[in-house]
């Protein structure tokens, strides 16, 4: 006689932390989502009825996720949004009257061409014959709708394709800094730097920031994500700039398996190069053109966090980095340096930035300015350097530490480092989004989420607005979606159900941003 | 302890003096006792302190601890401490913020403490205890002035000072908490003889390594900036002692603690 045993229930083996929306992959189509804690790792699952089930990783350290939820601080209204709130977020941007942060920087892409084809590009650019290269008027059109909605805007950075081979790039940054932006950054590959002086010399005399791709240095490292060997190009540029006095954040593109191990080496290159003031590491976005890459595997800032710490023992540890309260903490974290020959002092030791930036515990408000000065350090409308905006705020923020007069020379030994995950369609969530604070200007008056305008599908709707060539919507390259992926004309990926094989889109020009299918417009009864 | 000071009462005007010396409070910074805020929090939460109840912080230096038990727990704070310029501009931090009817300092000594007996429902002393040359009596002096079942909240260096490095035992070392410090078993025994029973203990060895840490930063940062104020000190020897320190909580021969007793 056999017995059957009895029935045992069985423990999930995750934690479910929240629950949000996100946009299917593969249709744009907004979906329930939620957030799980597994292994100490955060995770976005979420289902569409039609594409199935995706899951993606948000957060390498689910206890650095858990502990940076202190830090956000209550968000800014704008002075004017530009568009109403119709199907909910995240479709209505904007910014919608919902949208819970102020833009703290604006990004204005001037062009779509590019004098690089990368395989890696989350604007798809290159030399393409189809593209778009905005006219003056359409840059003061998004200049004056930022000024409308900032009053006197902190950073425009303008960006592309690449910016630098815009005949027009000089006026655009002088048009910039005339209607009152406080900072205006140019976004480059470094090539016009580095080989025609006569602009580096032009650009000096405005005085942008130059955010300049900076991925490595294995000869590896550029040929998978710039498709080129730049190295002699890169260190030409910085010299540059250098010789022309214009400071420059190296901004690298990190990819998993690929040059994590230079994130080390990037920063000990860029402390010790005149022109340098911050390094920016930025996981690679898989929005756009990307090589093959596992959603679950994909890196994250806590993931660059560990691996600058492991990379640089002497000088950091993991409490260095602390969130930026001004967007989701999750999306961004930063740190300063002081630096003096061998010497690398990070700014969180000397002072304790909980007193300040946490905004859930403190009910004691020791020292506002403090406070304030640390507010716009730990923002995404810090730029560094000597002609950046950090200067004074260093000065204020470390009088807050009683370091004394004699610092005041600090922006000289000063560095930052900043350490940014933009979302994809397979990380989208509308929790974090809703509060960001990195928009992209449009020549039509919008402040667009960057994050949203990535994954979303404005940016394929701009695009076609601008260029006049109907634009397929761009799917990730994940390796799961393999067997449904086209290659698009621009090198980018779309899916294949229903569309041709040369990449050209839905033949009716049909909207990208479909409609809510969970969760809306229901009643039980 | 120092062979420069053998006299407990010079040694205890050093002490305080020393916390308002420029040089002491630049490398000491802001957060004057290991935790900082949070620490300083918890311990308020441990002491159950209730709005409107009267507390004593026994050194309360800038005032640090004064205003977040004041703000958060809705106490009115009397805090005494021997430096005369700390007590002169925590009054005048206490008047700028509009405290100054619930927060008030006083000159005084932990060995007499200007106040009546049975007067306060707590009494905390956040790394200072250690520092006290005659504990005994600071301890009875706390006891004294407390109610009957009031508490007190203790935060403070606990160490053996029969494995400590010589080179801690100094006169900076002393400053810094360290050189005086006993053993968490001292420390209840001594509030024990003066009626007081330890009801919790806890460990935050973390908070003394962040506070090495963050001094060990500030001295780099002042190399930096060849502060006039700090010419005199010899950085590398101080790192070194920094070192010295920082190691001994790793070996386990240093930790913070904190401590409630209630008065039987």
New interface residues.
Partial sequence: MTMTPPRQKVDRDEVFLEYTKSICPVCKTVIDAEVNVKDNKVFLRKRCAEHGKFEALLYGDAEMYFASMKYNKPGTYPLETQTEVKDGCPLDCGLCPEHKQHACLGIIEVNSGCNLDCPICFADSGHQPDGFSLTMDQVEAGLDAFVRSEGEPEVVMFSGGEPTIHPLILDFIKMAQDKGVHMVTLNTNGIRLAHDRNFVRKLAELKPTIYMQFDGFDPETHIKIRGRDLREAKQKALDNCAEFGLGVSLVAAIEKGLNEHELGDIIRFGIKHPAVKSVAYQPVTHSGRHVEFDPMQRLTNSDIIHGLVDQCPDWFKLSDFVPVPCCFPTCRSITYL?V?GE?V??IP????V??YLDYV????M?DMSVRGALEKLWSASAVPGGDGNTTNQLECATC?????E??KDIAD?SFMVVIQDFQDPYTLNVKALMKCCVEEITPDGRLIPFCAYNSVGYREEIREQLSGVSVPTIVPNATELQPVLLTTKYGSKMFGNGADGEGNGAADGSAHVPADATNVGKTLR | MSDAVQDPEDVKLCCATAYQQDAVALILGESYHPGGLDLTRRLGRALDLRRGQRVLDVASGPGATAFLLAAEFGVAVEGVDLGDQSVASANAKAAANGLGDTVRFTVGDAERLPLDDESVDAVVCECAFCTFPDKATAASEMARVLKPGGRIGITDVALDPNRLHDELKTLAGWVACLADARPVDQYVDLLADAGLKVTQREAHDDALARMIEQIDARLIAFRMAKVPALESIDFDTARQRVALAAQAVRDGIAGYTLLIAEKL
């Fill in positions: 002081l003096e010497n002092v990070p030791r000397l002072l304790d909980d007193n515990s403190n009910r004691v020791p807050g530490i009683d370091l004394p004699a610092l030994k």
